[in-house]
């Protein structure tokens, strides 16, 4: 089955940092790939999507570009805010319904 | 605005006492889910309903119970709670189960279990 992977956290950076979170996977076939942030005692958001090879999602300063001769999907911000701490979990679906796989989330720490 | 609703937020249990928890949506998805997620992990999907097509994941225990009685809501019946079902409880709902659809999530609902 499919299988995501990302860096262990807790992530510290200080405000206006540049941010890397990476994430691979391992799926048969080409899953679309998806990055989701969960503030604390929140539910999940979305924040991008990428459905093929090559496809770069934005949204908030946040990008991440599917990259399937390395299997990869890391997240980059040019600068970092306060507010972008959270939790961020890369996640990946297949054809045919397989469930949405979780890798196993990245706290983001930004201090002032 | 459109969006998925889950109640109560926190949600406390006695060991042993069945609870049940809500999710409503406005999107008019297809598709809803419900996920267990504990301290510090990833969530982990319980089951999910297609339509009125009900899937239950091979490992959610049988204790995990869920109905959905029209397009708009789905509700989790967890039957016997123990100490171990304490965790945060998603609901996700997509327009269907091609992959690349986005689920879009609630708020979650936190149970405590006494």
């Known amino acids: 089955g499919n299988s995501v992977t990302q860096m262990e956290g807790p992530v510290t950076l200080s405000e206006e940092a540049f941010l890397t979170i990476n994430c691979t996977y391992t799926?048969?076939?080409?899953?679309?790939l998806f990055w989701y942030v969960q503030y604390p005692g929140e539910g999940l958001q979305l924040l991008l999507k990428?459905?093929?090879?090559?496809d770069k999602g934005s949204n908030k300063g946040f990008e991440a570009t599917y990259r399937k001769e390395t299997t990869s999907f890391h997240l980059e911000k040019g600068s970092v805010q306060v507010s972008d701490s959270a939790v961020y979990f890369c996640?990946?679906?297949?054809?045919?319904?397989?469930?949405?796989?979780f890798g196993t989330g990245t706290r983001l720490l930004v201090s002032p | 605005d459109a969006m998925v609703i889950q109640n109560p937020r926190y949600q406390v249990t006695q060991f042993g006492k069945p609870v049940t928890l809500s999710c409503s949506q406005t999107?008019?998805?297809?598709?809803m889910y419900w996920y267990q997620q504990k301290s510090s992990q990833a969530p982990k999907l319980l089951f999910h309903?297609?339509?009125?097509?009900?899937?239950n994941e091979a490992d959610t225990p049988d204790n995990f119970q869920s109905r959905r009685p029209n397009t708009s809501f789905c509700f989790l019946d967890i039957r016997s709670p123990g100490l171990g079902d304490a965790a945060m409880y998603l609901c996700?709902?997509?327009?269907?189960?091609?992959?690349?659809?986005?689920?879009?999530f609630g708020p979650g609902t936190r149970l405590l279990v006494l």
């Open positions: 996700a709902t997509s327009p269907d189960r091609v992959r690349e659809e986005t689920q879009y």
């Open positions: 799926a048969t076939g080409y899953p679309s």
């Open positions: 990428a459905t093929k090879a090559d």
């Open positions: 996640a990946a679906l297949n054809t045919g319904f397989q469930k949405l796989v």
């Open positions: 999107l008019n998805h297809n598709v």
């Open positions: 309903y297609y339509d009125k097509d009900f899937n």
